[in-house]
């Protein structure tokens, strides 16, 4: 079940979601093992690696979208694996011809495969051309608050800056650059990468994430489909005390009960 108010629901490129977890379909033992995660992570929004998960390109073997069909979910195409910003391009331009003329896609160009860390330049290549060609993009960046502030003016829908190396489930190492990049834009602001466990996504949403993408910290956890219940729960608890507020920090203590009026 989801609490999202219709108030406060996420949206991106003007289609509104219940969920702020947006989540990943690869290293799950198996499809039914991916669908029942997604399930448990009251995910809506699913990023697909387009050279390495078969959504049509091969007719013979088994397709993700039998499982995790369009009609029920928002498939987001990404350029996993893609270290230029033309092979980018392409990937997504034969994503939205498999998908019917899907729009909403997620840009992602590497620079090295040991880090798996943007390779900014091509990024922004890519952003430009892809922005032209009509494409609603969201965008793996650095946590770099020029970079993704120069990404949200080429006209991507979203930026994705990571918290720590993707796979690495280090955590958010830099919150304060993600709190630069939140104060500063306009575009939903979604951590993307190194989230370990649920705690991580919490303190992501508690500092004013619009919402968090995961795919190893759930298919690389002992139990997948709990750990995603967990994320979900973690993304919910977070943006519930960001909009509440937290208290102040005090360098003293603080009694819980008023001196004032006490009995003698």
């Known amino acids: ?10 949206t991106i490129a003007g289609k509104s ?11 799950y ?47 987001l195409p990404n350029t996993a694996g893609c270290y230029n910003a033309a092979d980018a391009v392409y990937t997504l331009q034969m994503a939205r011809e498999l998908l019917g003329g899907h729009k909403l896609v997620k840009l992602e160009v590497l620079g090295d495969e040991k880090t798996l860390f943007p390779h900014m330049p091509e990024t922004l290549k890519a952003a430009e051309t892809l ?4 494409f609603d993009v969201m965008v793996y960046c650095s946590d770099d608050p020029i970079q993704a502030k120069i990404l949200e003016q080429i006209g991507c829908v979203a930026v994705m800056p990571l918290a720590s190396l993707i796979g690495s489930g280090m955590g958010i190492l830099n919150p304060w650059n993600l709190s630069l990049i939140i104060e500063q834009a306009q575009v939903p602001v979604i951590v993307d990468a190194g989230v370990g466990t ?6 992501a949403m508690e500092l004013g994430c619009d919402g968090v993408l995961m795919n190893t910290a759930i298919a690389a956890a002992r139990e997948p489909v709990r750990m995603a219940r967990a994320m979900r729960l973690a993304v919910q608890a ?6 509440a507020g937290r208290m102040p920090r005090r360098f003293a203590a603080s009694p819980s009960s008023p001196m004032a009026g006490r009995i003698a």
Do not use: C, W
Not at 57 to 65: E, K, R, T
């Open 198 to 203: 649920a705690s991580d996504a919490a303190i």
């Open 1 to 10: 079940m989801n609490h999202t108010t219709k108030e406060d629901r996420l």
């Open 238 to 243: 977070g943006r519930e005390a960001f909009l």
């Open 17 to 27: 979601y219940g969920s702020r977890l947006l989540v990943g379909s690869g290293k």
């Open 131 to 134: 922005v032209r060609d009509g």
């Open 29 to 75: 033992r198996d499809l039914a093992q991916t669908r029942a995660a997604t399930d448990a992570a009251g995910a809506e929004i699913i990023t697909v690696a387009i050279r390495r998960v078969n959504i049509g390109q091969d007719p013979n073997a088994p397709s993700l979208l039998d499982v995790l069909p369009p009609s029920e979910y928002t498939i």
